[in-house]
């Protein structure tokens, strides 16, 4: 059953402006550790209405296949947290691990208290490079933001398509770090992670 455009157009709304209010107060009052104090400006109106309305268009494809309610508000809290990381590691260039830690244990608490095993195996195995990386790095070559994010993916997409989503994310950064070609300075990866997932999420429905 195909539902009314109203319906359609009001579920992308109210994705779309969860996202936009959300990443606008956590900009506000989330910021890394090693930030100053001093007032930062907010991310570009363009970039974060692109964000919030990919998230819609994701909340709009899962509503009309039937998410259940549960699903949708994880769809929410895993596309909003990738809109905010986006958006933060394009300001500052670093992820904070308080909005990208809660949101991952979230998401694979889910899965354990659903017993879907298989997406929780996924999503620690995915995970667990870059965590590796992170720690014997200290944080400079990966962040441990960046690797719960890759987490959160893995909780959200399982084995197969996390794997191919983050794969994809990589590669994608990597070309165009190598186009770059600019030493010293560090490329954000989070938005590449938040399109490549977000991306996926058109193919399978969030556990």
Known sequence: ???????????????????????????????????????????????????AAATGLVGVWHFAQGAPLLGLVLLAIVCTTLDFACCSDLRLRKVPALVAVPAMLLIGGVDVATGNWSALVAGVAIMLPFALAAASSKGKSAGYGDAALVGLGGFALGLELGILAIAVACFAAAGVGFARRRRGDSLPFAPYLAVAVQGALFIPTIH
């Open 1 to 51: 059953m195909i539902e009314p455009f109203w319906v359609l157009a009001l579920c992308w709304i109210v994705f779309a402006g969860q996202a936009y209010l959300i990443v606008r107060l956590a900009e506000r009052y989330v910021r890394p550790r090693s930030n100053d104090a001093a007032p930062l400006a907010p991310t570009d109106d363009r970039v974060l209405g692109a964000l």
